[in-house]
């Protein structure tokens, strides 16, 4: 099983949006609504923030949104702050009953 | 709360086996899955497998088959991940997650283990 497709980095100024992608095939992304999204800061465990594609756990900031079309999923964080500054991995279920990560998209508050 | 408590850090040598120990609280034990991901130094996360403490059936991912076991202990409310025939390259942080049926939701993670494999 190959890893979900992101972009290394990308980067926004407080209070502006910044736009993740992820990429998988229709044997992941594309064929399960069952698409998740992990922030993890440095040294720490990675917390769940969007899961079901679209859905926000409690506590979690709507300023977190997710979405999907065909095989790519994305992840919005709107009116950036700082301590959104992390690094964030997507996350589907895939055939077969097994699972795959994206490599990872390093957010940077400029 | 709901929380996971993992074992302590581990140093071993190639060939070695390592067991990571990951206990639940705050829910019932039965009702999530527990999964297992790692996460190798300045690298990303990776799946390793899934276990489901109620019947203790597993899926592993492919690259571990043969090497990797999971087992639990209901009396303790503790999930077990044994990993075998180690090589450097599994120089990781190991955490447990709970998690949902839809596989790819995990709300709640342990705070890692940290396994070394050096000689």
């Known amino acids: 099983q190959s890893a979900l497709t992101q972009p290394p980095s990308a980067s926004g100024s407080p209070g502006q949006s910044v736009t993740i992608s992820c990429t998988g095939t229709?044997?992941?992304?594309?064929?399960?609504?069952?698409v998740s999204w992990y922030q993890q800061h440095p040294g720490k465990a990675p917390k769940l923030m969007i899961y079901?594609?679209?859905r926000r756990p409690s506590g979690v900031p709507d300023r977190f949104s997710g979405s999907k079309s065909g095989n790519t999923a994305s992840l919005t964080v709107s009116g950036l702050q700082a301590e959104d500054e992390a690094d964030y991995y997507c996350?589907?279920?895939?055939?077969?009953?097994?699972?795959?990560f994206g490599g990872g998209t390093k957010v940077t508050v400029l | 709360q709901v929380q996971l408590g993992q074992s302590g850090a581990e140093v071993k040598k190639p060939g070695a086996s390592v067991k990571v120990s990951c206990k639940a609280s705050?829910?019932?034990?039965?009702?999530?899955?527990i999964q297992w991901v790692r996460q190798a130094p300045g690298q990303g996360l990776e799946w390793m497998g899934m276990?489901?403490?109620?019947?203790?059936?597993?899926n592993y991912a492919q690259k571990f088959q043969g090497r990797l076991t999971m087992t639990r202990d209901t009396s303790t409310t503790t999930v077990y991940m044994e990993l075998s025939s180690l090589r450097s390259e599994d120089t990781a942080v190991y955490y447990c997650?709970?998690?949902?049926?839809?596989?790819?939701?995990?709300?709640?993670w342990g705070q890692g283990t940290t396994v070394t494999v050096s000689s």
């Open positions: 997650a709970r998690g949902r049926s839809t596989w790819s939701t995990m709300d709640v």
């Open positions: 705050g829910y019932t034990f039965t009702s999530y899955y």
């Open positions: 276990f489901n403490p109620s019947g203790g059936s597993t």
């Open positions: 229709s044997s992941d992304v594309g064929g399960y609504n069952y």
């Open positions: 079901e594609v679209s």
């Open positions: 996350c589907s279920y895939a055939s077969s009953n097994n699972v795959v």
